[in-house]
């Protein structure tokens, strides 16, 4: 399972509120049964790797049918195979060393 951070930028609006884009891109989450968590700056998702990359492309496709023009996207991916990773195990691992 990975631990996939994704934040679409939509870029050509009269705009400069995203709020709307990111929303219809959450949705497209909804929809798919993914697990995912919102964050101020963009939205991490837990999926196998090859499932990430199908929704992110869905969630883009998504921003451009709400009226973008051009959509930048960054991707952060930590797809681990020595043992199970997930966003609270991450964090939890971080906050037990503080």
Known sequence: MAVVEVCLIPIGTKETSVSKYVAEAEKILMAEG??????????VIEV?????????RKMQESVFAK???????????????????SMEQKIKSVEDKL
């Open 34 to 43: 993914v697990k995912y968590k919102l964050n101020p700056m963009g939205t």
């Open 48 to 56: 196998d790797a090859d499932r990430a990359l199908e929704v992110i």
């Open 67 to 85: 009226g973008a023009d051009r959509v930048y996207s960054v991707i952060k991916m930590d797809d681990r195979r020595d043992k199970k990773a």
